[in-house]
């Protein structure tokens, strides 16, 4: 009997170390979640359901419990397999990497899938370690509409600002890390005049390189003015513009308002727009 239960158990440990570990996967939401580090295995995080517009931030911590040799790599796809954001720790490295990304941005992915992967251990299976993943989900309202302002032109998001009046929009996100572009499409009738005012709120980001660029441009995309602004400041960028009164071609003018983030930060900013009759 012995000899039997000995022999099945070298049977098992001689399949297990001949095989790598099947990848598992859990479906998860937002906070924190911790599972082992194999070697050789795979284990799969599916964040889901995604809002449209939504900002997934991830930060993924390793705690090693082998010495010497060990490696755990990270991967955030989309469900078709798109890789959107990848990393890796060494041991005996244990500070938090982190991962972000904008369901608004190409490609858009419906969920989230988080690839943890060992490697570098001394056997299939093997231990190295605990990580803990925490998940955060970010609602975006950019222009108070609800989600993320697109990034391509034929896309963007229109400003309700069409009667005269003082507008507010001060929940606007962008990162460079998930959502690098916010643009806004403008129409502003014959005889009246726009006073655009955007301006940065609270920065995130030890990026010092770091800055977010302001481009106002006509229905042609001709640039009519920019600015910048870098990381840690809050300089207002303004422009003004006024769309005369033609008796032959009396559809309003069209302008396209872009913001792009560069360097490893993110930002919340305001945009006052201010529409009146006349000059």
């Not at 726009?194 to 481009?215: I, Y």
């Amino acid at each position: 009997m012995d000899r039997m239960k000995k022999g099945f158990l070298l049977l098992v440990l001689c399949l297990f170390y001949a095989f790598p570990v099947r990848a598992e996967e859990r479906i998860v939401g937002e906070g924190e979640h911790t599972g082992f580090i194999v070697n050789e295995g795979s284990q799969v995080l599916k964040v889901s359901p995604i809002k449209r517009g939504q900002t997934i931030q991830v930060f993924l911590t390793p705690r090693w419990m082998v010495e010497g040799e060990g490696k755990v790599e990270w991967r955030l796809e989309d469900p078709e397999g798109a890789a959107l954001r990848v990393g890796s720790k060494n041991y005996p490295e244990v500070d938090p990497f982190f991962m972000e990304w904008t369901s608004n941005s190409q490609p858009k992915p419906s969920a989230y899938h988080i690839h943890i992967l060992g490697s570098r251990g001394g056997f299939p299976g093997e231990i190295l370690g605990r990580y803990t993943v925490q998940v955060f989900l970010r609602g975006q309202n950019d222009g108070n509409s609800g989600t993320d302002a697109p990034e391509t032109y034929d896309k963007a998001l229109p400003l309700a600002i069409s009667a005269p009046g003082t507008y507010l929009f001060e929940e606007n996100f962008i990162s460079s890390t998930a959502d690098v572009y916010d643009i806004f499409k403008i129409n502003i009738k014959p005889n009246y005049s726009l006073t655009l005012r955007a301006k940065p709120l609270q920065w995130h980001g030890s990026g010092q390189k770091g800055k977010v660029s302001w481009k106002f441009m006509n229905r042609s995309f001709r640039l009519l003015k920019g600015g910048d602004c870098p990381n840690a400041q809050t300089d207002l960028f303004m422009v003004k513009v006024f769309h005369p009164k033609v008796k032959t071609d009396p559809r309003p003018a069209i302008f396209y308002f872009l913001v792009q983030m560069e360097g490893q930060a993110s930002l919340i900013y305001s945009l006052q727009a201010e529409v009146k009759e006349g000059r």
